[in-house]
């Protein structure tokens, strides 16, 4: 099924009839229900207030990449590589790359998820729903039994954490 939802056929589905033949030996016979064929022509965020959309596509890249819905010349170079169709599993890891993107900016609360919203031509618009959380913040930094020849070697390596600002990577 993965190999058809890979190809835009997100509504497969296989059944199986077996028939015994001669003592232990049985014919197997699948029958694949391929359903209409449909493609990714948008990919959306919701919920997204701390980070636009297109502060976050500038830093992660998408395994799905949408089929251009009208040609135009940029989009004619687009739809070489842009079939437009998706894998559960690349769904998951663009979720899961949205999601590194928010925790190495302070957000280690953050949660993504997905939907695929089919509509009524057959087009599916890809919603990644991101539920941001509040910035994980170190309101203080201190140092007790270490000598303070160690001090600035210590607060170097953790010179990104300021007071008060989201913790990042």
């Not at 190495?104 to 618009?125: M, N």
Request: with cysteine.
């Amino acid at each position: 099924l993965d190999a058809l939802a890979g190809r835009g056929y997100f509504d497969a589905r296989v059944e199986m009839n077996y028939t015994p033949i001669h003592g232990n030996q049985i014919l197997i016979n699948y029958t694949v229900y391929p359903g209409p064929v449909s493609y990714v022509t948008s990919v959306s965020f919701v919920g997204n207030s701390r980070f636009t959309a297109e502060e976050i596509l500038e830093n992660i890249s998408l395994s799905i990449v949408p089929r251009p819905t009208h040609l135009t010349l940029p989009s004619l170079f687009q739809s070489f590589y842009a079939d437009g169709f998706m894998k559960p599993k690349d769904l998951q890891a663009d979720a899961d790359r949205i999601l590194a993107f928010y925790e190495t900016r302070g957000y280690r609360y953050a949660d993504v998820k997905y939907q695929g919203i089919r509509d009524l031509g057959g087009s599916t618009r890809i919603e990644f729903q991101i539920d941001e959380g509040d910035p994980f913040v170190i309101r203080s930094i201190q140092f007790e039994g270490v000598k303070s020849n160690l001090v600035p070697q210590i607060l170097e390596s953790v010179l990104h954490c300021q007071n008060g600002r989201a913790a990042q990577e």
